[in-house]
């Protein structure tokens, strides 16, 4: 098995195409749907990766992502937003992000971004 990617996604139809999509890739892949559930994910899966979802039911991706940059027990972990927005915010976002990208998206791209993060990380 590949590298682990944490994927953080409220909308249960969204996450199973991206556990899919990365799956096929021979990537390690654990899904949570709520961001209370992230630390004790993080401890327990140590992922190589992260992708969030920046609109998440019960939390904000982009505090999340500042949150993750600035501890210093994951601030090396890759952070891929995934969103829908397409205004200002974004410039925002990217100063935390190590990629953003937009909703919809095609599933090579995902995969290939993913596989470019993990060798920049390493």
Known sequence: ??????????DASNADVIKLILENEDFQVMVIHRSKLLYSALHEFEPDLIVM??????????????ELKNNGNTRHIPIML???LLDREVE??????DLVMFKPFEY????????????VSY
């Open 1 to 10: 098995m590949g590298s682990k990617i944490l994927v953080i996604e409220d």
């Open 108 to 119: 090579d791209k995902l995969a290939a971004n993913v596989k470019n993060l993990l060798a």
């Open 92 to 97: 925002a976002i990217r100063n935390n992000a």
């Open 53 to 66: 979802d920046i609109m998440l039911g019960d939390d904000d991706g982009r505090s999340l992502c500042f």
């Open 82 to 84: 995934i969103t829908a």
